[in-house]
């Protein structure tokens, strides 16, 4: 509840050896800080009265520490406030340039955004030219990346949304093939429709329902992946989460389900950064910012983020 917050106003007198100020420029609202809200949470529960953890983009505006200067573009957990007293150690330098603004870094660059989109897509699904990709939660931040990366592996794409208006922006916007609004029903049925010989990835934000209708249309011949990235539909409601009644169709159609976290594919985050810069250099991946501000609206943000109301990456500029 949005009274559960509350805004507080701190001095910060003086900057430790080894710490730098950064000024925040842009913070992105992810699904996992809402598990951080909850006891048990899977990436820690967060202290009551502590700030809301949050990763961001920001500037340098001090420092005493000789890696860092002022000016410099930093990313790194900068949490739900104006400035962030912050270890330099704890900040990764990062290099807007023409044509790649700051806030890219909290996107397609991001690590839990764009990053996210090429772990699960190419380093665990495998992509391939000429196969076809489904996408749940597909004009949300992370499902947006996804879109774009399988487009341009030469992938045919279809995205799954809630909403005509975001399944415009699929098709409009993003370039995916074809979309599905899950809230008009049958998903199962629209899957088949667009695609009768089946799915080959299923790169999953969602889970529920819509993870049973992928795994009932994975391709009958074999080898489909299904990648389990998130699950949206569960995090307002963890003691009430069920799994899929359809799983035994990955043994009758030979395919794998493969979950990941991020982080564990560090050693190729280069390798993404690259295809992704290139990409977003030739205009062939964009992701439509839905901005609030300021501050104070940071809990806002958090909860527009489960009701459907944004399209692309949702973000917080203090
Ligand atoms: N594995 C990893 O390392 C990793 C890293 C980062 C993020 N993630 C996961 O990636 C997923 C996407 O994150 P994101 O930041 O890009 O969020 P997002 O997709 O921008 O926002 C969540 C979207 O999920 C959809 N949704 C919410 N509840 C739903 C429900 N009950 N049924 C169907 N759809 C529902 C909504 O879109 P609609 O209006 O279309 O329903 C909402 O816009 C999350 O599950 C997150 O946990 C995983």
Known sequence: ???????ATETIDRVPEGHAVVKVDTLSIDAWIRTTLSDGGLHETGDLGSTIRAFGVGRVVESNDASLNEGDWVYGLLSA???????????????????????????????????????????????QAGEVVLVSGAAGAVGSCVVQLAK????????????????????NEIGADAAIDYKTGDVGGQIRALAPDGIDVFFDNVGGEILDAALDNLRETGGSRVVICGASYQYQNFEDVRGPKLHLRLAERNAAMLGFVVSHHAARFGEAMAEISALILESRMHLREHVVAPIDRFPDALLMLFDGSHIGNLVVRP
């Open 152 to 171: 341009a592996r030469g992938a045919r794409v279809i995205g799954i949304a809630g909403g005509p208006e975001k399944c415009a922006y699929l098709v």
């Open 81 to 127: 406030q104006t400035h962030a007293l912050m270890p330099a150690k704890a900040l990764t330098k990062v290099s807007p340039q023409p044509g790649i603004a700051p806030s890219a870094f909290v996107g397609p660059l991001g690590i839990t955004t764009g990053i996210t989109a090429w772990v699960g897509l190419i380093a665990v699904g495998n992509v």
């Open 1 to 7: 509840m949005l009274s559960d917050f509350g805004v």
